[in-house]
């Protein structure tokens, strides 16, 4: 009875484990086979799953949108979680409104980057801010629906 309790155990440590080595290999393969704006960065799951979704393309790294904001040039940063589900739900109907609007909204994932929240006071996601002469101009928290979106994009971000 022992005999095959142990072996039982052994055949499931073994199917754990190779259930382990097949996820982690599929992960690296997506990394590699994918555009990778995140550098060499160990990236949590929910970063990888949306690495081949063009909704979130264009991110922007920490430094370059620090650089961004001092130097003063306009910026439309969207905050947002890949975990997050209101994040989930606006970013479909979000993206292609900013490109409707031929807005360069760029994305930065608070998933990967967690010391943002700080940084730009962000205390849930999405959070979409617009920036300009250095200074935060406009923010918009929440899943607002898309009619508050564009009026956010008429008011702070059309010339």
């Not at 039982?8 to 754990?16: N, W």
């Amino acid at each position: 009875m022992k005999k095959k309790m142990l072996v039982f155990i052994g055949v499931i440590v073994l199917l754990f484990a190779g259930l382990y080595f097949v996820i982690d290999y599929k992960n690296n393969k997506t990394v590699e086979s994918n555009e990778n704006p995140y550098g060499d960065k160990e990236l949590h799951q929910g970063t990888i799953d949306q690495l081949d979704d063009p909704n979130y393309g264009n991110q922007i790294l920490p430094d370059d949108l620090s650089q961004k904001v001092e130097s003063g040039d306009p910026v439309t940063v969207y905050f947002y979680d890949p975990l997050c589900v209101h994040c989930q739900n606006t970013t479909p109907y979000l993206v292609p409104l900013a490109e409707d609007n031929n807005v360069d909204m760029k994305k930065m994932n608070l998933r990967e980057f967690n010391d943002q929240w700080s940084a730009y006071g962000i205390e849930s996601t999405p959070t979409l801010i617009h920036f300009e002469g250095g200074k935060e101009v406009a923010r918009i928290v929440g899943d607002k629906g898309e009619e508050n979106f564009q009026s956010f994009f008429d008011q702070y971000v059309k010339n």
